[in-house]
């Protein structure tokens, strides 16, 4: 049993899916349910894993919209990202 935070095993989840390329930069993220579904957790483990994630500058989030692999969402005025 590891004995770091549901949280950081959490984020350390989709740090790994980054580094082994099955989520690519500007890639959504799955929605909050799926990942409570997913990984048998709650809101706030949920919570602060992207929180940890976002200030360690590997995914972006825009309120209310959802969460990208950093760079970021495509920009639809501009077709660049956004971050």
């Known amino acids: ?3 770091e935070p549901k949280y950081q095993q959490l984020a350390n989840a989709i ?3 980054i ?6 930069p500007g890639d959504p993220l799955p929605s909050t349910p799926k990942l409570r579904a997913r990984y ?10 992207m929180n940890v994630l976002e200030q360690d500058g590997v995914i972006v989030t825009r309120g209310g919209v959802g969460r990208w692999v950093f760079p970021g969402p495509p920009d639809p005025l501009h077709g660049d990202t956004v971050g």
């Open 1 to 3: 049993m590891s004995r």
């Open 15 to 17: 740090r790994g899916q």
């Open 19 to 24: 580094q082994r390329g099955e989520l690519q």
């Open 40 to 49: 048998h957790v709650g809101n706030d483990v949920v919570r602060y894993a």
